[in-house]
């Protein structure tokens, strides 16, 4: 849940960051940090004391070593995040900041001349479901006491290249950069009964993925609901029972 005291944090840390003409004059994504991680990493800690620490053979995003706590930007790749909670969790508690777009919109660049070509809005709302495919890599973790995650929802300007194929060059295009623009919602995983909240009440007693994604009403294209599952399964807030034809077969813990 996002106060208002959450927004305006959030707005200071992206202003900071973002300053106006700023990101045009150094080229969009050329930044040695990505601003999406800039920004967060601003809205959990400004205080730069804090920011880029060595602990335990890495570097961690913020190091608050008086209260032996630990907070990771994780944009993607939670699998190589896997390998830094084996060195932090015995001293240190940790939260994984994980941002989600909300709503977005592509803002395409002509790879040759730089030129902002036009804005689009994108049809597809995040959700949470979609951190789960990210979570199946430390799902094992997820209901260690030191561990918290803390995925975030955000509007987004995502600044594309035009250099893929097809008709205008859309497809199998390189992303250049994410721009936060608005926090939307906030939601925090410690426990297994954190993560049994996304299993709706509609539910059956015995379910399938199937049954999970009516449901939910997103399709399968968007959510992988199988990984859920796995998640659900792994971090002990669901369990299989059995099949139901080929279909495995689910009931809350």
């Given at each position: 849940?996002?106060?208002?005291?959450?927004?305006?944090?959030?707005?200071?840390?992206?202003?900071?960051?973002?300053?106006?003409?700023e990101r045009e004059r150094s080229g969009i994504g050329m930044q040695k940090e990505k601003t999406l991680h800039a920004v967060l990493k601003n809205y959990k800690q400004p205080d730069p004391a804090r920011q880029e620490i060595p602990v335990a053979g890495?570097?961690?995003?913020?190091?608050?070593?008086?209260?032996?706590?630990?907070?990771?930007?994780?944009?993607?790749?939670?699998?190589?995040?896997?390998?830094?909670?084996?060195?932090?969790?015995?001293?240190?508690?940790?939260?994984?900041?994980?941002?989600?777009?909300?709503?977005?919109?592509?803002?395409?660049?002509?790879?040759?001349?730089?030129?902002?070509l036009k804005r689009n809005r994108s049809n597809f709302i995040g959700t949470w479901y979609q951190m789960f495919p990210e979570l199946f890599w430390i799902r094992d973790r997820l209901t260690d006491p030191g561990l918290c995650i803390e995925a975030l929802?955000?509007?987004?300007?995502?600044?594309?290249?035009?250099?893929?194929?097809?008709?205008?060059?859309?497809?199998?295009?390189?992303?250049?950069?994410?721009?936060?623009?608005?926090?939307?919602?906030?939601?925090?995983?410690?426990?297994?009964?954190?993560?049994?909240?996304?299993?709706?009440?509609?539910?059956?007693?015995?379910?399938?993925?199937?049954?999970?994604?009516?449901?939910?009403?997103?399709?399968?294209?968007?959510?992988?609901?199988?990984?859920?599952?796995?998640?659900?399964?792994?971090?002990?807030?669901?369990?299989?029972?059995?099949?139901?034809?080929?279909?495995?077969?689910?009931?809350?813990?």
């Open positions: 849940m996002i106060t208002k005291e959450d927004t305006e944090r959030f707005r200071r840390a992206r202003d900071t960051i973002i300053i106006p003409g890495y570097i961690a995003d913020i190091c608050n070593e008086d209260e032996k706590s630990i907070v990771e930007i994780q944009t993607a790749n939670m699998e190589a995040m896997s390998r830094k909670l084996d060195a932090y969790l015995p001293e240190y508690s940790v939260t994984i900041v994980y941002p989600i777009p909300h709503r977005k919109w592509v803002i395409w660049i002509d790879p040759e001349t730089g030129e902002l929802l955000i509007d987004v300007e995502e600044y594309r290249l035009m250099d893929g194929w097809g008709k205008g060059g859309k497809r199998g295009s390189h992303r250049f950069d994410t721009i936060p623009l608005e926090l939307y919602d906030s939601f925090t995983i410690r426990t297994r009964e954190d993560l049994a909240v996304l299993l709706p009440d509609t539910l059956p007693e015995e379910f399938t993925t199937r049954d999970l994604e009516n449901a939910v009403g997103i399709h399968r294209k968007a959510v992988s609901y199988s990984e859920i599952m796995n998640v659900m399964t792994a971090a002990g807030a669901a369990r299989r029972i059995g099949k139901k034809g080929r279909a495995w077969l689910y009931a809350r813990n």
